[in-house]
């Protein structure tokens, strides 16, 4: 993994400061679950779970299309 990791609990990038999954970290993430869709979708329907109860202010609708809406 590279820097771009989440910042905790506010769900941030720790390198480029965008909501994360950012940009790059989405990249990476294709790239790192190539050929294992489902498994992706598993990690990242977690990683929601856990943004979930930490930004409870925020629509569940931009949650789900930030973590989960951009695969395809």
């Known amino acids: ?14 390198a480029c400061g965008g909501p994360w999954p950012c940009a790059t ?26 943004a979930t109860a930490d930004l409870s202010w925020a629509p569940a609708g931009a949650l789900h299309r930030r973590f989960l809406g951009w695969l395809r």
């Open 1 to 14: 993994m590279s820097g771009h990791g989440p910042v905790l609990p506010v769900w941030t990038c720790d």
């Open 25 to 50: 970290r989405r990249r990476e993430l294709l790239v790192e679950y190539e050929g294992a869709p489902i498994s992706l979708a598993l990690y990242l329907g977690a990683q929601l779970a856990r």
